[in-house]
């Protein structure tokens, strides 16, 4: 069982930055890939961004690629999502995920992860 717990959304100007935590209880952090997730009102579910396990890949969606960086400190059992250059069109609810297996063509869906936070808001105004 894993728990997560998000953290650092926030209300920020377009052209602003914020950094999402996710921390996770229990000592097999390290066997988890780990993804965020965001919803926008109306809107489905949608994937942000993932990184692997072992921290060597790491995948984004289009829209937020060469703003958005995900890493983890397995010291801290925490995923951090760094977002810079925010637009108005990022404002959604964030969801930290954690997923015991994920493949090339399965880490943008959200059937492979197990265990979800219960999300933090980021409102983005222009």
């Known amino acids: 069982q894993v728990q997560l717990v998000e953290s650092g959304g926030g209300l920020v100007q377009a052209g602003g930055s914020l950094r999402l935590s996710c921390a996770a209880s229990?000592?097999?952090?390290?066997?988890?890939?780990m993804g965020w997730f965001r919803q926008a009102p109306g809107k489905e579910r949608e994937f942000v961004a993932t990184?692997?396990?072992?921290?060597?890949?790491?995948y984004y969606a289009d829209s937020v690629k060469g703003r958005f960086t995900i890493s983890r400190d397995y010291t801290k059992n925490t995923v951090y999502l760094r977002m810079n250059s925010l637009l108005p069109e990022d404002t959604a609810v964030y969801y930290c995920?954690?997923?015991?297996?994920?493949?090339?063509?399965?880490?943008?869906?959200?059937?492979?992860?197990?265990?979800w936070g219960q999300g933090t808001q980021v409102t983005v105004s222009s």
């Open positions: 995920a954690a997923a015991s297996r994920w493949d090339s063509g399965s880490y943008y869906l959200p059937d492979p992860y197990d265990y």
């Open positions: 229990g000592r097999t952090f390290s066997s988890y890939s």
């Open positions: 990184i692997s396990w072992t921290g060597g890949r790491t």
